[in-house]
């Protein structure tokens, strides 16, 4: 947007309703929004605490673990049903109903068998993440050129190597897919984690609403939010490195 | 005036994914989903007979279960109670999700000012905000109706957004080459061209809906179907308890694949060519 | 062979054809666009275009002709300059003019006849009319029968003969053409050539035709304006003297015809590479 012939960069607008949010919070027009500045004054008090540290930890290892599972997962059921036909018609019909079922549903289900600790949260950031990466490695694969395979056997090139042929040709759509699930799995691992409640940021909300500590609230939502965007950022940034790639192969 | 058509340069792969998602369902035969299912069924069946987990009921267990609470009523008032904020929810969100991608889509400023926040929303784990939600606005209907308004917003909003930006710029320059008001630009060329990818996006908006709702029900207060599992759990009855998972989850496919079905018919004409 | 010695003092250039023919029905005059500030796409174009005459803008890829094309139509503003249509000032689309685009720009929801009409039924034309005359132009432009199909039910070149037939339902007076078959196979843009220069019979209107190609240009003109690209600049204007009133293949055989590929040629071949 440009303002007297000035550009106004995007994140500008967030300031503008950070404003709007301050001033929303001074004259209590909004229940749910205490001041920004509030806010802001109870990021210490919220991260300081021991039991933030461990919730932190909880956090990113549970996450960490269920991308990674979800994205050897992924990418392994991807590869099967774009190179195995039958895979793919077994596979493509339940692989799309995960994509668009209530998957928190799932979450009472995998507490009974995983228990009520962080094993869940693994589970659930697994479980939001896999499906989008799957499909879209599937995708990729489908997608590679035909006349690239072809290359690959003319020249001779052996079983694995024209794996990695493939393998590298659908990278874009992996990575597309990857990004997705790394935006998903930080959803699963809020959820995951709300729903069990008794650990990480969930024991921390439950804490926070006993206690009426709306700041407190905002605070850790506030952090949660800055985690999943600069995820999402970074894989952005990441993936415009593979673009070219993917721009000359068309 | 010329806002909206000169930047249409940047057309980024926007459209790639919910097509994608489209055509891959589609083409496989009947016969092969009738297999798929029998053999991932048998499978869960199999896995409940071996006794591995003593709150794993098998899948027959779990229809019989299924069928004992559809036949005395109580999966059916399970569900007209989770109806009412699902589709409250879904109503609120489609009017304000439309409205406004429409709007980010047509003005360079709202989008300047609004798109951030959808953006940010759609990253975000909007999830997070329901036990702030229940805190403020109690554990009533309220609450449960924001949340599914909070999961589903922002999918629709920005798949409008973005169905408004993806109108071909030759479509909008024709209809003002024959000197077409911006009112008939609007409603005669960019809505109707827009309406496709629109409902694609309201689709997936429907699906984070339903999502919203079990989440509602299952974190704010245990009623309809989310007391449902809630309470089997809660006394043991385990397959009456996948069996209202099982219940919710079909349901929601099953509405998906329908509206998916009517978006095929609704706009097939055009997918082909053009 | 060098480029100045082509110009429209040559042997080309029209003998005086007739008054009406010199009259100019759009005039350009120090045109300059730049984009973003720092991108020249025209610079200082001054060109007339005579009533009734088909003018050709050619170029290769990047010279601003498709640029020049919307500024005529009023669909792009220039930096600097200024078009007049029949003596009044452009400062937007107006009735006079009508467009052809490259990519047909149907409304895909729409019937072919719906389609046609469309430029009617914008300036308020009622149905029975407006569907009257597109039926008109519809049949002229040989496409009857498909009144009631949708546009994925045709060829790129029946698309295209829509796009026609709603740019002349509308009446005006130029016609403005984006390299209208550019997106069509070879077979079906030779066939719909040789219909347009019969159309042109029929319809007494200014055509400017955006092409890229050679032939196309020396086959359809009265008059060709060659831009260079970066910035884009008129480079020469050239007046082929060819007969189109036989029979249309013929004139692919004529020396004049391949002299003037072979002359245009030697003068773009600078800029391509």
């Known amino acids: 947007m440009e303002i007297y012939g000035y550009r106004v960069p995007a994140a500008a607008a967030l300031i503008v309703w950070v404003v709007i949010w301050e001033i929303v919070g001074r004259f209590d027009l909004l229940l749910m929004f205490p001041p920004f500045t509030e806010v802001l004054a109870s990021l210490p008090d919220v991260i300081g605490t021991p039991s933030f540290a461990e919730a932190a930890r909880i956090t990113v290892v549970s996450y960490l673990a269920g991308l990674a599972l979800a994205i050897v997962v992924g990418i392994g059921i991807g590869l099967l049903m774009g190179l195995v036909k039958r895979a793919d018609q077994i596979l493509n019909m339940w692989v799309n109903i995960f994509l668009s079922a209530p998957l928190s549903a799932l979450v009472p289900v995998i507490m009974i068998l995983f228990g009520m600790g962080s094993p869940t949260v693994v589970a659930t950031v697994f479980m939001f993440a896999v499906w989008i990466i799957a499909l879209d490695t599937r995708a990729g694969v489908l997608h590679a050129s035909p006349s690239l395979l072809e290359m690959g056997r003319a020249f001779g090139a052996s079983r694995g190597q024209r794996l990695k042929l493939i393998l590298l040709s659908a990278l874009p759509e992996i990575l597309a897919g990857i990004r997705l699930g790394v935006i998903r799995g930080v959803k699963g691992v809020v959820i995951g984690q709300l729903l069990v409640s008794i650990i990480g940021v969930g024991a921390l909300f439950s804490l926070y609403s006993q206690n009426f500590l709306m700041a407190h609230f905002w605070a850790l939502i506030l952090i949660l939010f800055a985690f999943a965007l600069s995820l999402a950022e970074l894989i952005n940034r990441l993936e415009a490195r593979v673009e070219y790639y993917a721009g000359s192969r068309s | 005036m010329a806002s909206t058509t000169q930047t249409n340069a940047a057309e980024g792969p926007v459209a790639g994914l919910t097509s994608r998602w489209a055509s891959a369902a589609a083409d496989t035969p009947a016969i092969w989903k009738i297999l798929s299912l029998a053999l991932i069924f048998g499978a869960w069946e199999i896995a409940g007979r071996t006794n591995f987990n003593y709150a794993f009921p098998g899948f027959l267990e779990t229809m019989a279960a299924l069928w004992e609470m559809i036949a005395d009523g109580s999966m059916g008032a399970a569900y007209l109670r989770t109806a009412e904020p699902l589709v409250l929810g879904l109503v609120i969100s489609l009017a304000i999700g439309v409205s406004s991608g429409v709007a980010m889509g047509l003005r360079r400023d709202v989008e300047w000012l609004t798109l951030p926040i959808f953006i940010t929303m759609q990253a975000a784990p909007m999830a997070a905000l329901i036990p702030l939600v229940t805190f403020v606005y109690g554990i009533g209907l309220a609450s449960k109706v924001l949340a599914v308004v909070m999961l589903s917003l922002p999918v629709i909003a920005i798949n409008s957004y973005k169905a408004v930006r993806n109108v071909p710029s030759s479509l909008v320059d024709m209809s003002r080459s024959f000197m077409g008001s911006r009112r008939q630009q609007v409603f005669g060329i960019i809505l109707p061209a827009a309406s496709p990818m629109m409902f694609a996006g309201i689709r997936l908006g429907v699906a984070e809906g339903f999502s919203g709702a079990v989440l509602a029900e299952l974190l704010i207060t245990p009623t309809g179907i989310g007391d449902l599992i809630t309470y089997n759990r809660s006394i043991a009855k385990f397959a009456h308890m996948y069996a209202a998972i099982f219940s919710i989850v079909a349901l929601a496919v099953i509405t998906v694949s329908l509206l998916h079905r009517l978006e095929v018919t609704l706009f097939r004409p055009e997918k082909r060519g053009v | ?273």
């Open chain 3, 1 to 273: 062979m060098n480029v100045t010695h082509l110009s429209e003092s040559r042997a080309h250039s029209a003998p005086a054809a007739g008054d009406a023919a010199r009259d100019a029905i759009i005039e350009v005059e120090g045109i300059h666009k730049i984009y973003g500030g720092s991108v020249t796409a025209l610079e200082n174009i001054n060109l007339d275009f005579h009533r009734g005459a088909l003018t050709s803008l050619l170029g290769p890829s990047g010279c601003g002709k498709t640029t020049l094309l919307k500024i005529l139509a009023g669909l792009l503003q220039p930096t600097s300059g200024e078009v007049r249509v029949n003596g009044t000032p452009v400062t937007g689309p107006g009735p006079e003019r009508a467009f052809v685009f490259q990519d047909f720009a149907l409304m895909p929801w729409a019937t072919v006849l719906r389609n046609a009409a469309y430029g009617l039924e914008l300036r308020g034309v009622s149905l029975r009319e407006r569907e009257e005359r597109a039926r008109h132009y519809i049949d002229e432009v040989g496409l009857s029968g498909f009144e009631d199909k949708y546009p994925h039910e045709l060829s790129g070149g029946m698309r295209q003969r829509v796009g026609l037939a709603r740019a002349l339902a509308v009446d005006a007076d130029v016609l403005l053409m984006d390299e209208p078959f550019s997106a069509v196979d070879e077979q079906t843009r030779r066939k719909f050539q040789e219909d347009l220069i019969r159309l042109r019979e029929i319809e007494k209107k200014t055509f400017l035709l955006v092409t890229h190609s050679i032939e196309e240009a020396v086959y359809l003109s009265d008059r060709i304006v060659l831009l260079s690209p970066r910035p884009g600049r008129v480079a020469q204007i050239v007046t082929p003297e060819i007969d189109r009133s036989g029979d249309p293949d013929a004139i692919r055989r004529t020396p004049e015809y391949l002299d003037l590929i072979d002359e245009i040629w030697a003068g773009l071949r600078t800029y391509v590479e």
